[in-house]
Each structure stands twice: as structure tokens, then as C-alpha cells.
């Protein structure tokens, strides 16, 4: 209530940002004159002024006024574009670094050029960020216009290119790619051996176009580099056999319930399967006919987990993965859908054996399943960058989200033109069939009255449903889903046109504008030379066309049911009554349609039967409207859980990341590593001697002879420590250390001089390198384990989110421990061997970098990361969770030095900043 008069008198937050911003406004256009005046020569030496500027110590904001006036010249002068007074305050908010929510057709893509501009000034590098390559490209070529013009260089990250050119886009001004290539980039460089083949520069700005759907919808899958793992493709086939012979059960049971009939349960709401005791029974008798499981073994025998995996795979593919709705076949491969945009995906595979369950379902080529190289999510990529901003349609509904995870602000920007949308109720039915032909109607009489429909649909099945309908009553329409995306800009640009009735899938062709009348630019692009009559000609009759289709009332979107998220629903909806042209929307829905069935159908239902409702009846009543946004709200909620509990796992992995690309980076760029290898190798000789000789213990303790065993042993270099203590009374345990670094360090020199310092050298690098990479790719499939096991720890009564956090820890300590021991025996061996032997086995090193196994970049699906898995799931996980790694670390039995102690060299370092550098 208080609240609610304060912001009467005060007005909202938002209100007071874009007040502050109007009058940057108002100095941007007492510049407009004089920019106009300027010759083209002058405008664009504008760019090298606010170049020196800057270095001369003014800031961008001071910047801001001139440079937002320049570029606004320049698309006036290059693309005859006119920024309006909202597109300024919209890229003032991009460049404060928060998101800019405007409305469809409001002009978000010139909108960008003003910040990417003047940030651009910096020379740290401007990256552009959209949702598919046509768009990267499209935006790259359009817009690149006015920065060429105005003498910035402008690059384009798209799947097909090689590192060189990757290379030459990135250190552009200027770089527009998608999420996809820059993510996986950041990956690849922290994956390369010589600094010269990393091709990104530091992370420095970001404007994310669609924001909502990269760094919401896309964040619950993290992008992850794979190298090909064990093949189990017969083992995928032969269960696959088994799921069919499977019975459903009618429902879940209730709390307190007896076990229904059935082998599997389905809990829709969570897209999680669980077999029954009756089905683990039976899953276990045709596993013995098959000879897959022992005579009376059972599926949670420790031997036989991966074979529980296996068949929780194969149920998950059959139960809850829909062909044409979450994957389409297409050249005998299974490309996923994806359940917001409505795209294709065809570099993303499931993870845990699912893709390969769905490969054997539909009879495909399996792949191998695949070892995880390097990943990263979303969330813990676009945070590192200095700054972040972004820019949709759609934001405000998500904004608490956006700021506590991204720590953007959501401002809503005005339209230019007020909105004459009319959004109707929804209509809902008893029945999909009833649904389907109350849109048939809606449909033929906008076909009859020439305006121009849009239909919405949530998977390709739906849409190819609602086309044979149209066919059958012979109505022309183009249908844009996940099978014809390749004429996805094409089709999306004429469906304004008189009449025209056009089926995407969600929000396919979204980025593109839907001109009423149709785009007459397009037409005339396609057309070579044509005449001044000819344009003129098409140009009336584009006029035409355009008063046709205002007169029939705009474009009607028309929704075929309500997606579980608003957000999605009021993309659709935007497409019509762009910049203040007048357009309507109708969702129609049926109690049938998966959101109300699972979510609102108890509450509509016992409403629709209060009113007495027929066959063919609709009931259309705000309350309703209510109940299904409450649903929503449920679901959106959920989502958001998952992606928090996703982010919480992942920035403890992100922190390890973190420290071994540092690390990564400091060995690769030395060029000497010789101080690091003597700290590892001082850090291994003192744990070997702790051991023995336990720190601050009396000389009748020390176990000399065991001692001189292990270091010949590990460093292949005999010591006689007993005779040395025999003749040097003044020998104490810091001088004995000291003196047996000192030896095997002047062993390895003498060893290293006679084969060649250089060799030795090289050698080192790359070896080392091989070693961290190898132990952080199995730590990372230890840490994906342990992710999927924690849950267990909750029947404890522990939390599993601590528990993880110190697990993790702990075998992060590990690896560590391991890198050192085994770079140390890796070298002590290979230095100790041959000259010809060593330039054998550096060859071989190097060969092994550059002839890589092939790796597939993923954008992979994290079902199993972010929500907690059934308790059949637990069970199997966990087993292979505590599989022992095959190399044990060194135990210390000893005390271990603390990171603040001084260094026990005496060098008068702290230990952490000296020889315990690696810890």
C-alpha cells in the first residue's frame, strides 16, 4: 500500500532512470545541427579524435553526447536510418551495462550500433552477441555499414571458420557470433599448447541480443567439449528391446499408497521415469534371457550399475522423449528441438546415454558416447566479461533473475509509438479437437477478410497437425519449424502480407520483422538491376497492400496453447503491433494441452463443469486467464530453481576451471619454466622425506635407510644419506633437506646439459601441459560423478550442497597432488633416458597435440544436473561415483607446511609464494 503511494508521488525506479536519461537525450540532439554540417571526411575523423581522447584520459561517459551524435549521422548518411529518442535512451542503457526490454520492431539492432560504437573507442574489443549465424552475419553486414564508415573494423564468428580467421574476427573493433562460438572458443584456447593458437582477447564488453533466451533459456544447458569415449552402442541396442514389453502405470501413487500395477511411473512435472519393484523385477528376468545380467544377479549389484544406467537411459527415451516435438530425424541422425525457439540444435547431444538411447530407439547410427574435456555454463562465461549488457522484447518478467545472477538491472524502455495491440482472452475448450477447429474458423475468416495470421504452435508436431487441416480445406500457408529453418528469414518476412497464414513453431524466425503489406526491400534485393519504374511500381503496390492489411486489423498472432513460460507467450504475441501499428492476439487452449493438464486442469475443469459447457463451447473469463498465468508462475518458478541449483554446482567447478587456466597460462607463456618445475620438484622430494623423517622429530626417529630406497626409487638417483650424517655432525634435518634438493637438482642439470638444454626445455613445457590436461579431464569426470551422487548425502541429514563444496575440495587438492608427483617421475624417467630416446618421445608428445581424437562441442542437455535424481538414479550413480582412480596420490604422513609458513628453503618467502606455488 505504502509502497504503492510512494511510487505515485515518487515514481518507480524505472520512471526516475529514464528521466536522468532524457536529458543526455536533449544534449545528444543540440549536436544533431552540427553533426549534419560535417562532411563525410570530418564525420569519420570523428572516430580517430575520440580515440586520442580517451587515451587522453576522458572517460566513454564523458564521450557519450558526441560520439551517440555521430553515429547517428552516420545511419541517416549510410543506411538512411534515423535513430529515435527511445533508441538513444535504450543504448544508454546498454551502456550502463543493463538490459534494455523494447518492445518487437522497435529497432533493438540500430539501437546497439550507438553503445557498440562507443565502446568500440577503447580498442579493448566490442563482442556482439545473437542466437543463430544468420543473425550474426545478417547484423555483421547490415549494421557493419556504419561502422565501417566511420573506420572500425568488423568481424563475424560463424561456425565454418578456420583458427586464422577466427583469429583476425576477434581482434576486429567490432564482433558479432553467437553464444555458441564464443563460448566454445574460450574453451578451445584454454585447451591449445602455444599462446600464438589462442584466438579470443580478454573479455572486455558485451551486448547480448534476445538476452532472455540465451542467458535464461540456454543457461540450464552448459556448453562442453567431448573427445570420444568406450563404444556401448550393441549394449544401447539390445535394451532398447526390452522398454517396449513395458507397462505404464495408470498414475503415480500417492503418499502412503500401496505400489500400483505397472513396471514404470511418469511424473510429467518433473520429466522424471521410475521403474516399480515389479519392473525392476521384470527388467531383470529379460536381461538374464538375454544374457546381459548373471543368473540371479540384480540390477544393483556394484558390477551391474552401468547396466542400470543403461535402462533408466533407454526408459527416459521412450517415455518422455516425443519425435517431432523434442527431436526430429534427419540424415540418419537425431538433432534435438529446442523447446523455446523452436530450432533445430545440431551441434547439441543429451548427456548420461541419453542421445544414444534415442539413437537406438529410432534406429540410427549410435554414436560413442563421449568424455568431457573442458565445459562451461553460460552464466559463469558471459560473468566474466568487464562488462554485460543485453536487449529483448521480453525481460521484465524474468528481471529478479537477471539481477541476482547476472547482477543486470531491467529497464523498460517506451515505445515510439503508443500500442494498439488488442490481446483478447483466451478460449479454452474441453477438448484439443474442439481447440484445433475454433482456430480453423478464426483462420479462414482472417483468410476471408485478408489479414494476415501468425500461428503459434509449441512443437512440430502441432504445426504439421494444423497443416494438414489447412490442407484439407485448401487454405495457402507456409509452415516454419525445426524441418524448414533454411527458409526461416525468408517466409518471416512476407507473412505480413494480405491474407497470408503463416505456422512457425514458438518463436522460429524471431529477429526478423513482420512488415505489414510484406517486406518490400527483400523483393527488391532479389531482383537484378531493375529500373526506377519497376521500383516504383513494386513500391506502390507495397503502399497498397500495406493500407489492405490495416484495414483488416494488422497481423492476428494466434497462440494453439499457452507455453510454460509467459515470457515465451508474449514473444509471440509481440510480433504484432510493431511501431504502433494496430494487430490483435487470441490464444485458444483445451483442457488436453499439456500446461493445463498438468499444471491448472483440476480448477478450470470444475469450472467449465459448474457451467454446464458443451461440445464446442469455449469459456473465456479472466479468472481463467489467472489460473493459467499461476501455472505459469509455477513453472517458471521451477525452472529458475533449477538454474540457481545448476549455477551453485558449477561455480565450484568454475573456481578450480579458473585456477588451472591460470595455471595453464603461466606454463605456456614462460619461456623458461625451469622455476616451476624446481618448485615441483622440491614440493615432491620434501613430501618423500616428510615420510621418513617426520618434520621437528628426534634423530633416533628418522628411518635413513627406507628413506635413500624411496629416492632412488622415485628420482633414480642413489644418495648415501647415512654416510653423509656419519661425516657431517652439523647436519640437521633443514640442512639434510636443502642438500638432497641441492643433488638431485644437480643430477637433472648435469643430465639435462649432455642432452641439451633446449631439448630439455621443450620438452618440460609441452609434457607438463599433457599431464595437467589428462588429470583435469578425468577430475572433470569425477566431479560429474560426484554431482549426481550428492543427493544421497540428504538421507544423512548432511547438505549436499556443503557436502559438494568440500568434496570437491578435497580432490581438487588431490589433483594437484598428483600433476607434481607424476610431472616429477615423468621427467626424472624421460631426462635419465637416451638423447635419441628423448627426441623420440618429445616427438611423439607433439604429434599427439596436433593429431588430436576428433572432439564434438555440445550444447548439452542438464536434466540430470539440475534436478534431483529419482532415487533408481542415486543408487546407479553412486556406485560409479567411488570407482577408484587407477594411480594413487603419494600419502604424506607427516605435517603439512601451511600456505602462510615461511618457506622451508629459507628464502624468506611465504611457502605459497615459493615452493608450494602449485598447492
Given at each position: 500500500?505504502?509502497?504503492?503511494?510512494?511510487?505515485?508521488?515518487?515514481?518507480?525506479?524505472?520512471?526516475?532512470?529514464?528521466?536522468?536519461?532524457?536529458?543526455?537525450?536533449?544534449?545528444?540532439?543540440?549536436?544533431?545541427?552540427?553533426?549534419?554540417?560535417?562532411?563525410?571526411?570530418?564525420?569519420?575523423?570523428?572516430?580517430?579524435?575520440?580515440?586520442?581522447?580517451?587515451?587522453?584520459?576522458?572517460?566513454?561517459?564523458?564521450?557519450?553526447?558526441?560520439?551517440?551524435?555521430?553515429?547517428?549521422?552516420?545511419?541517416?548518411?549510410?543506411?538512411?536510418?534515423?535513430?529515435?529518442?527511445?533508441?538513444?535512451?535504450?543504448?544508454?542503457?546498454?551502456?550502463?551495462?543493463?538490459?534494455?526490454?523494447?518492445?518487437?520492431?522497435?529497432?533493438?539492432?540500430?539501437?546497439?550500433?550507438?553503445?557498440?560504437?562507443?565502446?568500440?573507442?577503447?580498442?579493448?574489443?566490442?563482442?556482439?552477441?545473437?542466437?543463430?549465424?544468420?543473425?550474426?552475419?545478417?547484423?555483421?553486414?547490415?549494421?557493419?555499414?556504419?561502422?565501417?564508415?566511420?573506420?572500425?573494423?568488423?568481424?563475424?564468428?560463424?561456425?565454418?571458420?578456420?583458427?586464422?580467421?577466427?583469429?583476425?574476427?576477434?581482434?576486429?573493433?567490432?564482433?558479432?557470433?553467437?553464444?555458441?562460438?564464443?563460448?566454445?572458443?574460450?574453451?578451445?584456447?584454454?585447451?591449445?599448447?602455444?599462446?600464438?593458437?589462442?584466438?579470443?582477447?580478454?573479455?572486455?564488453?558485451?551486448?547480448?541480443?534476445?538476452?532472455?533466451?540465451?542467458?535464461?533459456?540456454?543457461?540450464?544447458?552448459?556448453?562442453?567439449?567431448?573427445?570420444?569415449?568406450?563404444?556401448?552402442?550393441?549394449?544401447?541396442?539390445?535394451?532398447?528391446?526390452?522398454?517396449?514389453?513395458?507397462?505404464?502405470?495408470?498414475?503415480?501413487?500417492?503418499?502412503?499408497?500401496?505400489?500400483?500395477?505397472?513396471?514404470?511411473?511418469?511424473?510429467?512435472?518433473?520429466?522424471?521415469?521410475?521403474?516399480?519393484?515389479?519392473?525392476?523385477?521384470?527388467?531383470?528376468?529379460?536381461?538374464?534371457?538375454?544374457?546381459?545380467?548373471?543368473?540371479?544377479?540384480?540390477?544393483?549389484?556394484?558390477?551391474?550399475?552401468?547396466?542400470?544406467?543403461?535402462?533408466?537411459?533407454?526408459?527416459?527415451?521412450?517415455?518422455?522423449?516425443?519425435?517431432?516435438?523434442?527431436?526430429?530425424?534427419?540424415?540418419?541422425?537425431?538433432?534435438?528441438?529446442?523447446?523455446?525457439?523452436?530450432?533445430?540444435?545440431?551441434?547439441?547431444?543429451?548427456?548420461?546415454?541419453?542421445?544414444?538411447?534415442?539413437?537406438?530407439?529410432?534406429?540410427?547410427?549410435?554414436?560413442?558416447?563421449?568424455?568431457?574435456?573442458?565445459?562451461?555454463?553460460?552464466?559463469?562465461?558471459?560473468?566474466?566479461?568487464?562488462?554485460?549488457?543485453?536487449?529483448?522484447?521480453?525481460?521484465?518478467?524474468?528481471?529478479?533473475?537477471?539481477?541476482?545472477?547476472?547482477?543486470?538491472?531491467?529497464?523498460?524502455?517506451?515505445?515510439?509509438?503508443?500500442?494498439?495491440?488488442?490481446?483478447?482472452?483466451?478460449?479454452?475448450?474441453?477438448?484439443?479437437?474442439?481447440k484445433y477447429n475454433a482456430i480453423l474458423d478464426d483462420i479462414k475468416d482472417c483468410v476471408k477478410r485478408g489479414q494476415p495470421a501468425l500461428v503459434g504452435t509449441v512443437s512440430i508436431e502441432n504445426s504439421e497437425l494444423l497443416s494438414n487441416m489447412l490442407k484439407k480445406e485448401n487454405i495457402p500457408h507456409q509452415v516454419l519449424n525445426a524441418k524448414f529453418h533454411e527458409q526461416e528469414a525468408h517466409i518471416i518476412t512476407q507473412?505480413?502480407?494480405?491474407?497470408?497464414?503463416?505456422?512457425?513453431?514458438?518463436?522460429?524466425?524471431?529477429?526478423?520483422?513482420?512488415?505489414?503489406?510484406?517486406?518490400?526491400?527483400?523483393?527488391?534485393?532479389?531482383?537484378?538491376?531493375?529500373?526506377?519504374?519497376?521500383?516504383?511500381?513494386?513500391?506502390?503496390?507495397?503502399?497498397?497492400?500495406?493500407?489492405?492489411?490495416?484495414?483488416?486489423?494488422?497481423?492476428?498472432?494466434?497462440?494453439?496453447?499457452r507455453h510454460e513460460s509467459r515470457r515465451i507467450d508474449n514473444q509471440l504475441r509481440g510480433r504484432s503491433g510493431r511501431q504502433g501499428d494496430n494487430g490483435s492476439s487470441r490464444f485458444y487452449l483445451s483442457l488436453e494441452d499439456s500446461l493445463m493438464r498438468i499444471f491448472a486442469s483440476e480448477r478450470v475443469s470444475g469450472m467449465m463443469q459448474k457451467l454446464g459447457m458443451e461440445e464446442g463451447e469455449a469459456i473465456e473469463h479472466?479468472?481463467?486467464?489467472?489460473?493459467?498465468?499461476?501455472?505459469?508462475?509455477?513453472?517458471?518458478?521451477?525452472?529458475?530453481?533449477?538454474?540457481?541449483?545448476?549455477?551453485?554446482?558449477?561455480?565450484?567447478?568454475?573456481?578450480?576451471?579458473?585456477?588451472?587456466?591460470?595455471?595453464?597460462?603461466?606454463?605456456?607463456?614462460?619461456?623458461?619454466?625451469?622455476?616451476?618445475?624446481?618448485?615441483?620438484?622440491?614440493?615432491?622430494?620434501?613430501?618423500?622425506?616428510?615420510?621418513?623423517?617426520?618434520?621437528?622429530?628426534?634423530?633416533?626417529?628418522?628411518?635413513?635407510?627406507?628413506?635413500?630406497?624411496?629416492?632412488?626409487?622415485?628420482?633414480?638417483?642413489?644418495?648415501?644419506?647415512?654416510?653423509?650424517?656419519?661425516?657431517?655432525?652439523?647436519?640437521?634435518?633443514?640442512?639434510?633437506?636443502?642438500?638432497?634438493?641441492?643433488?638431485?637438482?644437480?643430477?637433472?642439470?648435469?643430465?639435462?646439459?649432455?642432452?641439451?638444454?633446449?631439448?630439455?626445455?621443450?620438452?618440460?613445457?609441452?609434457?607438463?601441459?599433457?599431464?595437467?590436461?589428462?588429470?583435469?579431464?578425468?577430475?572433470?569426470?569425477?566431479?560429474?560423478?560426484?554431482?549426481?551422487?550428492?543427493?544421497?548425502?540428504?538421507?544423512?541429514?548432511?547438505?549436499?550442497?556443503?557436502?559438494?563444496?568440500?568434496?570437491?575440495?578435497?580432490?581438487?587438492?588431490?589433483?594437484?597432488?598428483?600433476?607434481?608427483?607424476?610431472?616429477?617421475?615423468?621427467?626424472?624417467?624421460?631426462?635419465?633416458?637416451?638423447?635419441?630416446?628423448?627426441?623420440?618421445?618429445?616427438?611423439?608428445?607433439?604429434?599427439?597435440?596436433?593429431?588430436?581424437?576428433?572432439?564434438?562441442?555440445?550444447?548439452?542437455?542438464?536434466?540430470?544436473?539440475?534436478?534431483?535424481?529419482?532415487?533408481?538414479?542415486?543408487?546407479?550413480?553412486?556406485?560409479?561415483?567411488?570407482?577408484?582412480?587407477?594411480?594413487?596420490?603419494?600419502?604424506?604422513?607427516?605435517?603439512?607446511?601451511?600456505?602462510?609458513?615461511?618457506?622451508?628453503?629459507?628464502?624468506?618467502?611465504?611457502?605459497?609464494?615459493c615452493h608450494g606455488k602449485l598447492d
Amino acid at each position: 500500500m505504502i509502497k504503492n503511494i510512494l511510487t505515485k508521488i515518487f515514481g518507480s525506479r524505472n520512471d526516475r532512470l529514464l528521466k536522468r536519461l532524457r536529458k543526455t537525450v536533449e544534449q545528444i540532439n543540440l549536436l544533431e545541427s552540427q553533426m549534419t554540417a560535417l562532411s563525410d571526411e570530418a564525420l569519420q575523423a570523428k572516430t580517430t579524435e575520440f580515440r586520442q581522447r580517451f587515451q587522453n584520459g576522458e572517460t566513454l561517459d564523458q564521450l557519450l553526447p558526441e560520439a551517440f551524435a555521430v553515429v547517428r549521422e552516420a545511419g541517416k548518411r549510410v543506411l538512411n536510418m534515423r535513430h529515435f529518442d527511445v533508441q538513444l535512451v535504450g543504448a544508454m542503457v546498454l551502456h550502463q551495462g543493463k538490459i534494455s526490454e523494447m518492445r518487437t520492431g522497435e529497432g533493438k539492432t540500430l539501437v546497439a550500433t550507438l553503445a557498440v560504437y562507443l565502446n568500440a573507442i577503447s580498442g579493448k574489443g566490442v563482442h556482439v552477441v545473437t542466437v543463430n549465424d544468420y543473425l550474426a552475419q545478417r547484423d555483421s553486414a547490415w549494421m557493419g555499414q556504419i561502422y565501417r564508415f566511420l573506420g572500425m573494423s568488423v568481424g563475424v564468428i560463424i561456425s565454418e571458420l578456420n583458427q586464422e580467421q577466427r583469429r583476425k574476427a576477434y581482434h576486429a573493433d567490432i564482433t558479432y557470433g553467437t553464444n555458441n562460438e564464443f563460448g566454445f572458443d574460450y574453451l578451445r584456447d584454454n585447451m591449445t599448447f602455444n599462446p600464438q593458437d589462442r584466438v579470443q582477447r580478454e573479455l572486455n564488453y558485451a551486448i547480448v541480443d534476445e538476452v532472455d533466451s540465451i542467458l535464461i533459456d540456454e543457461a540450464r544447458t552448459p556448453l562442453i567439449i567431448s573427445g570420444p569415449a568406450e563404444d556401448s552402442s550393441e549394449l544401447y541396442k539390445k535394451i532398447n528391446l526390452i522398454i517396449p514389453k513395458l507397462t505404464r502405470q495408470e498414475r503415480l501413487p500417492e503418499k502412503d499408497e500401496p505400489e500400483l500395477p505397472g513396471d514404470y511411473g511418469v511424473d510429467e512435472k518433473h520429466r522424471q521415469v521410475f521403474l516399480s519393484e515389479e519392473g525392476h523385477q521384470h527388467v531383470e528376468e529379460m536381461l538374464t534371457e538375454m544374457g546381459l545380467l548373471p543368473e540371479g544377479a540384480s540390477l544393483y549389484d556394484a558390477a551391474n550399475i552401468v547396466m542400470m544406467h543403461h535402462v533408466h537411459a533407454a526408459l527416459r527415451a521412450h517415455v518422455l522423449f516425443q519425435k517431432n516435438v523434442d527431436y526430429i530425424v534427419k540424415d540418419g541422425q537425431i538433432i534435438i528441438v529446442d523447446e523455446f525457439t523452436g530450432r533445430t540444435m545440431p551441434g547439441r547431444r543429451w548427456s548420461e546415454g541419453l542421445h544414444q538411447a534415442v539413437e537406438a530407439k529410432e534406429d540410427v547410427n549410435i554414436q560413442n558416447e563421449n568424455q568431457t574435456l573442458a565445459s562451461i555454463t553460460f552464466q559463469n562465461y558471459f560473468r566474466m566479461y568487464k562488462k554485460l549488457s543485453g536487449m529483448t522484447g521480453t525481460a521484465d518478467t524474468e528481471a529478479f533473475e537477471f539481477q541476482q545472477i547476472y547482477n543486470l538491472e531491467v529497464v523498460v524502455i517506451p515505445t515510439h509509438r503508443s500500442m494498439v495491440r488488442k490481446d483478447n482472452g483466451d478460449l479454452v475448450y474441453l477438448t484439443a479437437k474442439e481447440k484445433y477447429n475454433a482456430i480453423l474458423d478464426d483462420i479462414k475468416d482472417c483468410v476471408k477478410r485478408g489479414q494476415p495470421a501468425l500461428v503459434g504452435t509449441v512443437s512440430i508436431e502441432n504445426s504439421e497437425l494444423l497443416s494438414n487441416m489447412l490442407k484439407k480445406e485448401n487454405i495457402p500457408h507456409q509452415v516454419l519449424n525445426a524441418k524448414f529453418h533454411e527458409q526461416e528469414a525468408h517466409i518471416i518476412t512476407q507473412a505480413g502480407r494480405p491474407g497470408t497464414v503463416t505456422i512457425a513453431t514458438n518463436m522460429a524466425g524471431r529477429g526478423t520483422d513482420i512488415i505489414l503489406g510484406g517486406n518490400v526491400e527483400a523483393e527488391i534485393k532479389d531482383l537484378e538491376n531493375p529500373s526506377e519504374e519497376h521500383l516504383l511500381e513494386l513500391r506502390n503496390a507495397w503502399k497498397q497492400r500495406h493500407q489492405a492489411v490495416l484495414d483488416a486489423g494488422g497481423l492476428h498472432v494466434i497462440g494453439t496453447e499457452r507455453h510454460e513460460s509467459r515470457r515465451i507467450d508474449n514473444q509471440l504475441r509481440g510480433r504484432s503491433g510493431r511501431q504502433g501499428d494496430n494487430g490483435s492476439s487470441r490464444f485458444y487452449l483445451s483442457l488436453e494441452d499439456s500446461l493445463m493438464r498438468i499444471f491448472a486442469s483440476e480448477r478450470v475443469s470444475g469450472m467449465m463443469q459448474k457451467l454446464g459447457m458443451e461440445e464446442g463451447e469455449a469459456i473465456e473469463h479472466p479468472w481463467v486467464t489467472k489460473a493459467i498465468e499461476n501455472a505459469q508462475r509455477k513453472v517458471e518458478g521451477r525452472n529458475f530453481d533449477m538454474r540457481k541449483q545448476l549455477l551453485e554446482y558449477d561455480d565450484v567447478a568454475n573456481d578450480q576451471r579458473k585456477v588451472i587456466y591460470e595455471q595453464r597460462n603461466e606454463i605456456m607463456n614462460a619461456e623458461n619454466i625451469e622455476p616451476i618445475i624446481d618448485a615441483i620438484r622440491n614440493n615432491v622430494i620434501n613430501k618423500v622425506i616428510d615420510a621418513f623423517i617426520v618434520p621437528n622429530s628426534p634423530d633416533e626417529m628418522w628411518k635413513i635407510k627406507e628413506l635413500e630406497e624411496a629416492l632412488e626409487k622415485e628420482f633414480l638417483n642413489p644418495m648415501p644419506i647415512s654416510k653423509w650424517l656419519e661425516e657431517d655432525h652439523n647436519l640437521h634435518e633443514e640442512t639434510l633437506r636443502q642438500k638432497i634438493e641441492q643433488e638431485i637438482k644437480a643430477t637433472y642439470e648435469q643430465q639435462g646439459i649432455r642432452l641439451g638444454v633446449e631439448k630439455v626445455r621443450e620438452f618440460e613445457k609441452t609434457m607438463m601441459l599433457q599431464v595437467l590436461d589428462q588429470h583435469w579431464k578425468e577430475h572433470l569426470a569425477a566431479m560429474d560423478y560426484l554431482r549426481q551422487s550428492i543427493h544421497l548425502r540428504a538421507y544423512g541429514q548432511k547438505n549436499p550442497k556443503q557436502e559438494y563444496k568440500r568434496e570437491a575440495f578435497e580432490m581438487f587438492q588431490q589433483l594437484l597432488e598428483y600433476v607434481k608427483s607424476q610431472v616429477v617421475q615423468v621427467l626424472t624417467q624421460e631426462v635419465f633416458k637416451a638423447d635419441v630416446q628423448l627426441a623420440n618421445d618429445l616427438q611423439a608428445l607433439q604429434e599427439k597435440q596436433q593429431q588430436k581424437a576428433p572432439m564434438q562441442f555440445i550444447h548439452n542437455s542438464t536434466s540430470a544436473m539440475a534436478e534431483e535424481p529419482s532415487p533408481e538414479q542415486l543408487a546407479a550413480k553412486t556406485a560409479l561415483a567411488h570407482k577408484k582412480p587407477s594411480q594413487q596420490p603419494y600419502v604424506r604422513d607427516g605435517k603439512k607446511i601451511g600456505r602462510n609458513d615461511p618457506c622451508p628453503c629459507g628464502s624468506g618467502k611465504k611457502y605459497k609464494q615459493c615452493h608450494g606455488k602449485l598447492d
